[in-house]
């Protein structure tokens, strides 16, 4: 299974981007999909999840600026960001909890390549 992330790039305060992360290979289905980030000198901390069904929960440095969706047809999960400030600048990492059957069943972690996001003037 792998997790290709795209759409980060270079952007001012208060401007917007939108990530996407896109699963292909082997799996059943997937379970809760999410975004983390690792800001420079600091832990990689969890963004935002989303669950198979749609539940979203956000961190609150994030909640009300950023939104989290899945196209489950797509197997692909975005990031809109809003409002980005300064302190939004990291590499966004996506991930997915996939679920296996047949050889070797069962819930595997599997993490994208991470996407930088910077916000500079």
């Known amino acids: 299974v792998q997790l290709q992330a795209s759409g980060g790039g270079l952007v001012q305060p208060g401007g917007s981007l939108r990530l996407s992360c896109a699963a292909s290979?082997?799996?059943?289905?997937?379970?809760?999909m999410d975004w983390y980030r690792q800001r420079p000198g600091k832990q990689r901390e969890l963004v935002a999840t989303?669950?198979?069904?749609?539940?979203?929960d956000y961190a609150d440095t994030v909640a009300g600026r950023f939104t989290i969706s899945r196209d489950n047809a797509k197997n692909t999960v975005y990031l809109q960001t809003n409002s980005l400030k300064f302190e939004d600048t990291a590499v966004y990492y996506c991930?997915?909890?996939?679920?296996?059957?047949?050889?070797?069943?069962?819930?595997?972690?599997?993490w994208g390549q991470g996407t930088q996001v910077t916000v500079s003037s």
């Open positions: 991930h997915a909890e996939v679920e296996r059957r047949g050889y070797a069943p069962g819930n595997y972690d599997y």
């Open positions: 290979g082997m799996f059943f289905s997937i379970n809760h």
């Open positions: 989303i669950s198979s069904g749609g539940s979203t």
